[in-house]
């Protein structure tokens, strides 16, 4: 299962938070990573701060050597690739304990670390991600959980905007045989601007293929008229389940329930406060 | 030996570097640290290599690519053991790291004894480090366990049992919360909803920050006995740490000699496995000839190999310099190649891939011929490349230099190409190098006072027979067609083949036929 966000300091850890005290709730242990550097105190881009991650006794957990807390200490399990803050260390938590949680930098290299702490534990991995490198999770049963909240936007018209313009990109359907067009346009990288005007200035009967949603990466009212002008599709998936939101942002403040509810009524999903303990 | 970069590359030398490379980084480390052997240092190259060829005798073929992957795998400790010398403190991940090379360093023995390798170069089996770690080990992983330090136990008992008291006291605070306002405050922070709950908030509750719509707020729960009780924690740790860290100090000396070990098996392997596949012999150092039987240029070998093509070794003598010459495509360069490469085997201790060798150490190898790297850097054309490589190699000519020329002065009028020659190799005779001089000028030898070897070339009216449709097909029948032995040559015009293997590459018959025609008129 893993988070991502519309934007930085949109609740991403605090949702990653919530899901792992259900779990440690329900006596679930579950195994902890992050896509990108998290759990810091403070963002180490914007010092913004930031929640530390919790993690209970029987987590495992895939963090770089260095950001292994020396107190209480944890039992390390093996290692395993590299990263930008050092070698990968998987570790199961005996004590109670925070720390920052840092993980491999390619999709390739996360998706071996996912792999490996499903091997290592039972229970389901929960990782702290980022929405343009959720590619490794593409074609597979893990779930997504988009957070979103005021660091994307300063209404709540925006927020919910902009969730539903990413939750229409990363919901982007997979093949299907039965209902694609006869003719079928693959592209191999990115589908940018430029490609969206070409296929717009010959619109027909026709299915258009990326590889992943990741891939694309044209937005708003662009990737809404490429919708409904093709059928677009991905040869790998996502399953995006979930959006949680966050109403507190640097430059505002807004009404928690009424930002649930624009945002579910915006992406056609659930929408969690998990502060707050809204739904809708 | 020195080599420079084209010379290297033509002899094969960096293809035999790669060959012969250790595994792991102790291996790379001794192999780093040993010069090239060289004049003076006969018998200790006799020694390594005829160890090598023992070994690639007594080792299963099998177990010795097993075992260099076993090396591949050893972790480096000496970073981890050097901290601790100095007093730095280790981590849970050094410790960890440690028990890895422990574990390693037994798989290299066990592959290394399943190899049918002897007790003399069996890696150490660091009994004293395991035994310090193996209170942390539970399977291949590190926990700094109860065991290491006597207050852990009672410290890790008295955290949880103020952990568990904390919640119960967090969970009292919140029960009163909730009965106060009505808002079950869960997690680290919670929001109270100005249109759930706008009135006073209890003394308990810390008010994180307010907006129109809410509060966000955190139980405020004092718990001085957990923050002591997790303080003492970190201290017994710490101290436990400081404590195994300062007994894998003392265990420096043993680690060390265990990468020494490491290291030298791993070099050593490389050899064995490059004499498993090429075969070798333990030359004999020290007198006047470089000599070979059946040698084979490994590089080309393996690129024939590769093309389904067949290597026909070399035998040559070499007393001093002698004038090689032969058909195109006969192997005159070759010759030359497996020349210098037998040498750079010996220089690395590495058997050379020969029935029988009579070797120099040598100083240095330089081929002539062509240009190379340097020579494009230099912005030379190919004459002036050789001839300042030329000028160079006879400034440092020895007695122990190998020199390699591969038909020099072809690029330059014939007339004066030969004579260039011809004083060129008097200039290297005496010097006194070792040098091997291929070209189609007829009558080099005997001008020069040298000796005259030849490539035994096409058989007898087997070229009149050879047809080819293609190219393939065509150097299938060359090489099917051409004696590569090195024989003593006859006085007279070198042989060159030319215009029958150009018929046989498909060069226009009337072309050929024309040539011949000016050929025999001649």
């Known amino acids: 299962m893993i988070v991502v966000g519309t934007a930085k300091n949109a609740g991403k850890t605090t949702t990653f938070n919530a899901l792992r005290a259900v779990a440690q709730r329900r006596g679930v242990a579950v195994a902890v990573t992050s896509i990108g550097r998290d759990g810091e105190p403070s963002d180490a881009l914007d010092a913004e701060p930031k929640p530390r991650v919790r993690l ?14 020396r107190s209480p200490a944890l039992a390390i399990l093996e290692r395993g690739g590299e990263s930008a803050l050092g070698t990968v260390v998987f570790a199961r938590v005996v004590l109670p304990t925070r720390c920052e949680i840092a993980g491999p930098p390619t999709a390739r290299a996360m998706r071996a670390t996912i792999d490996r702490l499903r091997a290592l534990g039972a229970g389901p991995v929960l990782v702290d991600g980022a929405i343009d490198r959720v590619a490794p999770l593409a074609g597979g049963d893990d779930a997504v959980i988009l957070a979103t909240g005021a660091a994307s936007g300063a209404t709540v018209a925006r927020v919910a905007a902009a969730a539903a313009d990413a939750v229409a990109r990363l919901t982007l359907p997979g093949r299907d045989p039965a209902r694609e067009f006869d003719e079928v346009v693959h592209l191999g990288g ?14 027909r009967d026709a299915t258009v293929v990326v590889d992943d949603p990741t891939r694309v990466v044209v937005r708003g009212a662009l990737l809404a008229r490429l919708r409904a002008a ?3 599709r991905c040869e790998r998936a996502l399953r995006v389940v979930a959006c949680t939101t966050s109403p ?3 430059d505002a403040s807004l009404a928690p329930r009424a930002l649930v509810e624009a945002v579910a009524r915006a992406t056609g999903l659930p929408t969690f406060d998990v502060v707050a303990d809204i739904a809708a | 030996m020195n080599a420079d970069a084209t010379s290297a590359a033509r002899i094969g030398l960096d293809w035999l570097r790669t060959a012969v490379a250790p595994v792991g980084a102790f291996g790379r480390r001794h192999d780093d640290a040993r010069a090239p052997y060289g004049p003076g240092d006969e018998a200790r190259a006799h020694d390594e290599i005829a160890g090598v060829v023992a070994l690639a005798a007594q080792l299963d073929r099998d177990g010795v690519p097993r075992a260099r992957a076993a090396l591949r795998a050893v972790p480096e400790p000496t970073p981890i053991v050097a901290r601790a010398r100095v007093g730095d403190p280790l981590s849970d991940v050094d410790f960890y790291e440690l028990g890895r090379f422990v574990d390693a360093v037994a798989a290299v023995a066990r592959a290394w004894d399943a190899a049918g390798g002897d007790t003399a170069r069996r890696p150490p089996a ?16 590190f926990y700094l366990a109860d065991a290491f330090a006597p207050g852990l136990r ?25 009965d106060a306002i009505g808002i079950d405050p869960a997690g680290d922070e919670f929001v109270v909803l100005r249109d759930v709950y706008d009135g006073p908030l209890p003394d308990d509750v810390l008010v994180v920050r307010e907006t129109p719509t809410y509060r966000a707020a955190a139980l405020r729960v004092v718990a001085p006995a957990r923050d002591a009780a997790l303080a003492r924690l970190a201290d017994e740790e710490e101290a436990a740490r400081r404590a195994l860290a300062e007994q894998v100090a003392r265990e420096a000396d043993a680690v060390a000699a265990a990468t020494d070990v490491l290291g030298a098996l791993d070099r050593t392997l490389a050899r064995v496995a490059f004499a498993q596949r090429w075969g070798g012999c333990v030359p004999s150092f020290g007198g006047t000839q470089l000599a070979f039987t059946e040698a084979t240029f490994a590089p080309l070998a393996d690129a024939l190999a590769a093309r389904g093509r067949r290597y026909t070794p070399v035998t040559l003598a070499l007393d001093g310099v002698a004038v090689l010459t032969g058909p195109n495509m006969g192997g005159k360069s070759a010759a030359l190649a497996t020349a210098g490469f037998v040498c750079a085997c010996a220089a690395l201790g590495v058997p050379p891939p020969a029935r029988a060798a009579a070797l120099p150490l040598l100083g240095a190898v330089t081929w002539i011929g062509g240009e190379g790297p340097e020579d494009c850097a230099r912005l030379l054309s190919s004459y002036a490349a050789e001839v300042v490589r030329a000028r160079e190699t006879l400034a440092a000519a020895t007695p122990r230099a190998l020199v390699l020329v591969d038909e020099f002065a072809r690029t330059t009028g014939p ?21 091997l001089v291929a070209t189609h000028f007829d009558g ?14 096409l058989r007898e009216h087997a070229l009149n027979a050879l047809d080819a449709n293609d190219l393939d097909a065509a150097l299938d029948a060359i090489n099917a067609a051409m004696d590569y032995r090195v024989v003593a040559a006859h006085d007279g015009e070198a042989p060159s083949d030319a215009l029958a293997l150009a018929r046989l590459l498909g060069l226009g018959d009337d072309v050929v036929a024309r040539a011949r025609a000016l050929h025999d008129a001649r």
């Open chain 2, 415 to 435: 007339r004066e190409g030969r004579a260039l020659l011809v004083a060129f190799v008097e200039a290297l005779r005496a010097r006194g190098a070792f040098a």
């Open chain 2, 444 to 457: 080099v030898a005997r001008a020069a006072g040298v000796a005259h070897l030849q490539i035994a070339g």
């Open chain 1, 190 to 203: 990115a589908l940018d601007a430029r490609d969206a005007e070409e296929l717009l200035a010959n619109p």
């Open chain 1, 56 to 69: 209970a006794p029987g987590t495992l957990v895939a963090l770089p050597a260095g950001l292994v807390p």
């Open chain 1, 230 to 232: 093709f059928d677009l």
């Open chain 2, 154 to 178: 009672a410290a890790r008992e008295t955290l949880a049992a103020e952990e568990t008291a904390f919640e119960t006291r967090r969970e009292a605070i919140a029960a009163r919360v909730r």
């Open chain 1, 248 to 250: 507190v942002g640097r």
């Open chain 2, 126 to 141: 660091l009994d004293a480090l395991r035994t310090l770690l193996a209170p942390g080990r539970e399977g291949a992983g």
